[in-house]
Each structure stands twice: as structure tokens, then as C-alpha cells.
């Protein structure tokens, strides 16, 4: 009868929290993915859409983080590039071009959807967060960077009852950069070598 009343016991707990997040606002799911979540990695879609919302660039590819401040994001399609971050730096690797560009890791949160996901930050000192409520599949939420420097107006992150699936990055231009993720693994354990980009023999480096 006990061990019954402890299955039960944590199978009403399960339940509990499972409805709870089914029923939680977008912010909510945003304090509770950037709490919970240590290490992401998926797949994304990337769309980019000028002002009148017309489809000018598409893409995909695959992203890893390790909170605070370590990222892969891997672009695949049409084109290959590879952006890495190990928290003190930042190299972005056009493989066409046989380019790498190497840089101090942004004191600017938000700068990129990658480094904003990476963050190991409280969002509440770089943005002003705003509940959007339910649209569609998902709850949503946006925020405004306090800063005046960065290269976003905007951000708007849509949660379903577990994971965060679509980001959506307004620029100072007015184009919108929407980002699609799946087969997201949450807190996964990641190789440190993910993070360790060293450029291959032959190629330009700049800003080393």
C-alpha cells in the first residue's frame, strides 16, 4: 500500500506540474526555459522577411548551447556556415568564402538569437518583457532591448506547453529574422570540443 501511495503520490505531483504548464502565460515559460534549461540542441528553420513581410532568405541547419555563453549554430542549407562561441569569443566561418571572422563575444545581450539563448543573464536587465498571451499553437512573449545599440527593435519568443518553438527578431531596418526549432533536447551533455573552434589551415582570419 505504501510504495502504491508513493507511485500515486508522484504520478498526482507529474500531473500537477504538467498542468500547470499547460495552463502558464508566455512569461511563465520564458522564467521557466531560462531557469531550467542548462544546454539546448535541436534544428532550426530560419526565414527572413523584409518589411512588407515578403520571404527574401531561407535556411536551416543545427544549434547547440551551453549556458552561460557557448554556442554552435550551424548553418546548412543553401549555404554552410558555422558560428561558435566559447564564452569569451565569437568565429563565424563562411566556408564558401574561406573566411573566419573572430571577435570579443558581444557585450551587447541580445545581439543574435544565438547569444540571447545562450545567456546565462537575467533578461529583466537588458529587456523590458511584455506577455502577449495565446496566439494560435503557442504563448507569447516580447521583449524590448533597454539598450539603444543593439541590432534588434524587438524579439518575440512563442512557447508551446514544454519547449520554446519560434523566435522572431525585428531589426532597425524593420526586417524580421523567424526562427523555427525542433527536435529540441533539453540539457543534453555536450562535448566541450563543440565549443572549441580552432580556423582550418589556409583561410583569412579577421579581427583575430
Known amino acids: 500500500m505504501k510504495r502504491y501511495q508513493k507511485y500515486l503520490g508522484g504520478a498526482l505531483a507529474l ?13 511563465e515559460r520564458l522564467e521557466s526555459f531560462f531557469k531550467d534549461v542548462q544546454s539546448l540542441r535541436g534544428e532550426f528553420s530560419q526565414t527572413v522577411l523584409d518589411p512588407r513581410m515578403n520571404i527574401t532568405e531561407q535556411a536551416q541547419g543545427t544549434l547547440a548551447l551551453q549556458r552561460p555563453g557557448k554556442f554552435r549554430w550551424d548553418y546548412q542549407a543553401p549555404y554552410h556556415q558555422l558560428i561558435v562561441a566559447d564564452g569569451k569569443k565569437v568565429s563565424i566561418y563562411d566556408i564558401e568564402l574561406e573566411q573566419v571572422t573572430m571577435k570579443p563575444f558581444s557585450e551587447t545581450l541580445g545581439n543574435t538569437p544565438a547569444q540571447l539563448l545562450s545567456s546565462g543573464e537575467n533578461l529583466e536587465k537588458s529587456f523590458t ?3 502577449q498571451g495565446a496566439q494560435g499553437d503557442f504563448e507569447w512573449v516580447e521583449l524590448t532591448p533597454k539598450q539603444q545599440d543593439t541590432s534588434f527593435e524587438r524579439i ?16 532597425t531596418f524593420g526586417q524580421t529574422t523567424r526562427l523555427q526549432f525542433s527536435r529540441l533536447e533539453r540539457n543534453p551533455k555536450l562535448v ?16 583575430e
Not at 15 to 27: I, M, N, V, Y
Not at 192 to 207: A, C, I, M
Open 156 to 171: 518575440r519568443l512563442g512557447f508551446d506547453k514544454t519547449n520554446l518553438r519560434v523566435m522572431e527578431l525585428v531589426d
Open 192 to 207: 566541450p570540443s563543440l565549443f572549441d573552434f580552432k580556423p582550418p589551415p589556409g583561410v583569412d582570419v579577421v579581427g
Open 15 to 27: 500531473w500537477c506540474l504538467t498542468a500547470s504548464l499547460a495552463h502558464a502565460g508566455g512569461r
Open 129 to 131: 518583457i511584455v506577455e
